[in-house]
């Protein structure tokens, strides 16, 4: 078995700001690698965009698996990785977040008996109604390398009785990208094909449990619509739930810019710019952070705590949300308190402990 030879699963947006970082480190050190995109999110602004403007390498790979139910979706990558990992048999596959192409590597890998590396390991939010967070579990049990972003991610794994001697604190490699990238983010350089305006907040959804549930959708849409009369809203709607948001009246005041799912670019653009930002994403919850933006975070829970206690997120009710964007309008803003390491060097950090880790796979 080859020491040096890495592969990388991505899968959707998410996957690429955390794999850059990783993947320009481990190049510097001389580590072959070969890139996986198993296609879950295909649209060129879900996907090809990001390997154009963060100038990562173009897929070796792209399994072409598409959208469908969890289990249908998750099933057609292990089929695929299956052939990919027995064709080009890797000493460590490395995998990223919490989607349903993390979890179908890692099964894979485990069976192949190929270790496996997750970055963003330990996350979690207590809710298994979640899909992301059936995938966190299953993925950190299955893990030989667990690069920790955040303390408390570290104690659940923990309490889950992961070996210590699994488990790295390294940062986060999505805020290495994040910064890396703010030079090319500015409003006065960007070009956008809608009027963007002066003062204004970003609402981004796409959890089921905001888009699909009629009731809670309506009750959501209302409190946008009372929350434009305050300030203009421009929402990146991904494709999933738009259809349901504009049948209930969402998008029809001239206040609501209805627009397509953006670059990163353009949306960290957009964010840094931000009055304050509505949302039921995980990593835009980290961003915001480091950007001290006001996050309001539509959802029930978090399994990114450290952005409530060490950042900008607030976790927040549609029956509380024009409540809570008047504080933000209306109130002062606070000092930013950054969470540990998320310095920019997580990537530098990860590719270390896996240099250290291949010559362990070494047989005699």
């Given at each position: 078995?080859?020491?040096?030879?890495?592969?990388?699963?991505?899968?959707?947006?998410?996957?690429?700001?955390?794999?850059?970082?990783?993947?320009?480190?481990?190049?510097?050190?001389?580590?072959?690698?070969?890139?996986?995109?198993?296609?879950?999110?295909?649209?060129?602004?879900?996907?090809?965009?990001?390997?154009?403007?963060?100038?990562?390498?173009?897929?070796?790979?792209?399994?072409?698996?598409?959208?469908?139910?969890?289990?249908?979706?998750?099933?057609?990558?292990?089929?695929?990785?299956?052939?990919?990992?027995?064709?080009?048999?890797?000493?460590?596959?490395?995998?990223?977040?919490?989607?349903?192409?993390?979890?179908?590597?890692?099964?894979?890998?485990?069976?192949?008996?190929?270790?496996?590396?997750?970055?963003?390991?330990?996350?979690?939010?207590?809710?298994?109604?979640?899909?992301?967070?059936?995938?966190?579990?299953?993925?950190?049990?299955?893990?030989?390398?667990?690069?920790?972003?955040?303390?408390?991610?570290?104690?659940?794994?923990?309490?889950?009785?992961?070996?210590?001697?699994?488990?790295?604190?390294?940062?986060?490699?999505?805020?290495?990208?994040?910064?890396?990238?703010?030079?090319?983010?500015?409003?006065?350089?960007?070009?956008?094909?809608?009027?963007?305006?002066?003062?204004?907040?970003?609402?981004t959804l796409h959890r089921p449990s905001n888009v699909d549930d009629e009731s809670l959708s309506r009750e959501?849409?209302?409190?946008?619509?009372?929350?434009?009369?305050?300030?203009?809203?421009?929402?990146?709607?991904?494709?999933?739930?738009?259809?349901?948001?504009?049948?209930?009246?969402?998008?029809?005041?001239?206040?609501?810019?209805?627009?397509?799912?953006?670059?990163?670019?353009?949306?960290?653009?957009?964010?840094?710019?931000?009055?304050?930002?509505?949302?039921?994403?995980?990593?835009?919850?980290?961003?915001?952070?480091?950007?001290?933006?006001?996050?309001?975070?539509?959802?029930?829970?978090?399994?990114?705590?450290?952005?409530?206690?060490?950042?900008?997120?607030?976790?927040?009710?549609?029956?509380?949300?024009?409540?809570?964007?008047?504080?933000?309008?209306?109130?002062?803003?606070?000092?930013?308190?950054?969470?540990?390491?998320?310095?920019?060097?997580?990537?530098?950090?990860?590719?270390?402990?896996?240099?250290?880790?291949?010559?362990?796979?070494?047989?005699?």
């Amino acid at each position: 078995m080859s020491v040096n030879f890495v592969t990388h699963v991505t899968g959707a947006r998410p996957n690429f700001p955390k794999a850059g970082p990783v993947i320009r480190a481990l190049s510097a050190l001389g580590i072959q690698q070969r890139l996986i995109h198993t296609g879950q999110h295909y649209d060129d602004k879900m996907s090809e965009i990001f390997f154009r403007e963060l100038e990562l390498p173009m897929p070796d790979q792209n399994l072409g698996v598409g959208s469908g139910k969890h289990g249908e979706q998750t099933a057609r990558a292990m089929i695929l990785l299956e052939e990919e990992f027995l064709a080009n048999p890797p000493s460590l596959v490395i995998v990223y977040g919490d989607i349903n192409s993390t979890v179908a590597a890692s099964l894979v890998a485990a069976k192949l008996q190929i270790p496996v590396a997750h970055v963003e390991a330990g996350l979690r939010s207590f809710d298994r109604a979640m899909p992301e967070e059936v995938n966190r579990l299953v993925t950190d049990q299955l893990s030989d390398l667990l690069f920790a972003t955040s303390p408390d991610a570290i104690a659940h794994l923990a309490n889950e009785g992961v070996d210590a001697d699994k488990i790295h604190f390294v940062g986060n490699p999505m805020i290495d990208t994040l910064l890396a990238n703010l030079d090319k983010a500015t409003l006065d350089l960007r070009s956008f094909d809608f009027a963007v305006p002066e003062k204004f907040a970003i609402v981004t959804l796409h959890r089921p449990s905001n888009v699909d549930d009629e009731s809670l959708s309506r009750e959501i849409v209302d409190a946008l619509n009372e929350i434009a009369e305050l300030i203009p809203l421009v929402v990146p709607l991904h494709p999933r739930g738009r259809a349901q948001l504009e049948a209930l009246g969402f998008g029809k005041s001239e206040n609501v810019h209805l627009v397509d799912p953006l670059g990163y670019l353009d949306f960290v653009t957009l964010m840094r710019n931000a009055t304050a930002v509505i949302t039921d994403s995980g990593g835009v919850q980290e961003e915001t952070t480091i950007l001290n933006v006001p996050c309001l975070t539509l959802r029930k829970n978090t399994e990114r705590p450290i952005t409530i206690s060490h950042g900008t997120n607030r976790l927040v009710e549609p029956s509380d949300l024009v409540a809570e964007v008047n504080k933000v309008l209306f109130g002062k803003a606070s000092d930013p308190i950054y969470p540990p390491l998320w310095d920019g060097h997580a990537g530098h950090r990860i590719a270390k402990v896996i240099a250290e880790f291949l010559p362990s796979l070494i047989e005699d």
